[in-house]
């Protein structure tokens, strides 16, 4: 299912749990995958919807903010996601509920015959489509979710829901960023790629983190904080970390920027250093 048809799937189901008065959806709503955020007002006596918020705001094929590339209309397919119109013209039908159309297929070769395509011409019945080799973003989830099963989930039955969540903290936290060895960075873990960049006289601290790849499905890339006063290029440190791990293992990147992202307790937030090092700014501010 395409991304834009999940988002519209949930403001439709929007009574759902809704905290208050479930004919009343208007505010913020984040998705049920948390991939976004979507904006519900009032349109007249309708209701409409515009994107807000990304969760994975920059596109790994080309490294730039997410567009509208999947729009059959040349003229839209440029139109950046973030502030797009979702929808407009749902009709309240009742109480918690809306009506309108959507409809979205997966990929494959029997929702692109024909007659299946007439069926739904005749019903005025859009058919949204992802491109092939569009799987980046699920293939990366699903290989993490997959390790997390396989080796911490399924040994063991888990009676308490906290005993489990902390077990899952221990398990991301502990094992699988500081001792377990990852394919994708050259079978080391984070935390060597990180330890072996600080080494670096010029390096503060770093973090690494993967981008989606055509050709290897994640490439390693780091963001680094130099110390004060010191510079160093790019390749320099790439050169030290295959000095030190391996060619193989070095990142494909590092990004040089002037302050890390961090929490309220100093600790560095990698999801906003990916962010910061890909778009290359260095003014994303520090959590309150």
Same mark, same amino acid.
């Given at each position: 299912? &395409?991304?834009? @048809?999940?988002?519209?799937?949930?403001?439709? !189901?929007? +009574?759902? %749990?809704?905290?208050? $008065?479930?004919?009343?959806?208007?505010?913020?709503?984040?998705?049920?995958?948390?991939?976004?955020?979507?904006?519900?007002?009032?349109?007249?006596?309708?209701?409409?919807?515009?994107?807000?918020?990304?969760?994975?705001?920059?596109?790994?094929?080309?490294?730039?903010?997410?567009?509208?590339?999947?729009?059959?209309?040349?003229?839209?397919?440029?139109?950046?996601?973030?502030?797009?119109?979702?929808?407009?013209?749902?009709?309240?039908?009742?109480?918690?509920?809306?009506?309108?159309?959507?409809?979205?297929?997966?990929?494959? &070769?029997?929702? @692109?015959?024909?007659?299946?395509?007439?069926? !739904?011409? +005749?019903? %005025?019945?859009?058919? $949204?489509?992802?491109?092939?080799?569009?799987?980046?973003?699920?293939?990366?989830?699903?290989?993490?979710?997959?390790?997390?099963?396989?080796?911490?989930?399924?040994?063991?039955?888990?009676?308490?829901?906290?005993?489990?969540?902390?077990?899952?903290?221990?398990?991301?936290?502990?094992?699988?960023?500081?001792?377990?060895?990852?394919?994708?960075?050259?079978?080391?873990?984070?935390?060597?790629?990180?330890?072996?960049?600080?080494?670096?006289?010029?390096?503060?601290?770093?973090?690494?983190?993967?981008?989606?790849?055509?050709?290897?499905?994640? @490439?390693?890339?780091?963001?680094?904080?130099?110390?004060?006063?010191?510079?160093?290029?790019?390749?320099?440190?790439?050169?030290?970390?295959?000095?030190?791990?391996?060619?193989?293992?070095?990142?494909?990147?590092?990004?040089?920027?002037?302050?890390?992202?961090?929490?309220?307790?100093?600790?560095?937030?990698?999801?906003?250093?990916?962010?910061?090092?890909?778009?290359?700014?260095?003014?994303?501010?520090?959590?309150?």
């Amino acid at each position: 299912m &395409s991304l834009l @048809a999940r988002f519209i799937l949930l403001i439709i !189901l929007l +009574a759902v %749990g809704t905290p208050a $008065s479930a004919a009343e959806p208007y505010g913020t709503w984040l998705t049920g995958d948390g991939d976004a955020r979507i904006r519900v007002d009032r349109c007249g006596s309708n209701l409409c919807g515009t994107i807000v918020w990304l969760k994975k705001p920059i596109d790994p094929a080309t490294g730039k903010p997410q567009v509208d590339d999947k729009n059959p209309n040349p003229a839209l397919a440029k139109r950046p996601v973030i502030g797009l119109p979702l929808f407009s013209g749902m009709r309240a039908t009742g109480p918690g509920k809306w009506s309108g159309q959507i409809y979205n297929a997966d990929d494959g &070769s029997t929702y @692109a015959s024909s007659d299946y395509r007439k069926a !739904l011409d +005749a019903r %005025g019945i859009e058919c $949204s489509m992802s491109r092939k080799g569009d799987c980046w973003d699920n293939a990366v989830a699903e290989s993490f979710f997959a390790t997390l099963k396989t080796e911490l989930i399924y040994r063991r039955n888990w009676p308490a829901r906290l005993e489990l969540r902390a077990a899952v903290f221990e398990y991301i936290e502990v094992f699988y960023n500081r001792r377990r060895l990852h394919s994708s960075i050259g079978y080391n873990s984070p935390a060597d790629v990180e330890s072996a960049l600080g080494k670096h006289p010029a390096v503060h601290e770093c973090a690494v983190f993967g981008v989606d790849d055509r050709k290897w499905g994640e @490439a390693v890339h780091a963001a680094v904080e130099l110390n004060p006063g010191h510079s160093v290029g790019e390749q320099e440190l790439i050169g030290h970390v295959k000095m030190l791990l391996d060619s193989v293992k070095a990142p494909k990147r590092i990004h040089i920027v002037a302050q890390l992202p961090r929490s309220a307790v100093g600790k560095v937030l990698r999801r906003e250093a990916k962010i910061m090092a890909l778009l290359d700014l260095d003014d994303i501010p520090r959590q309150a």
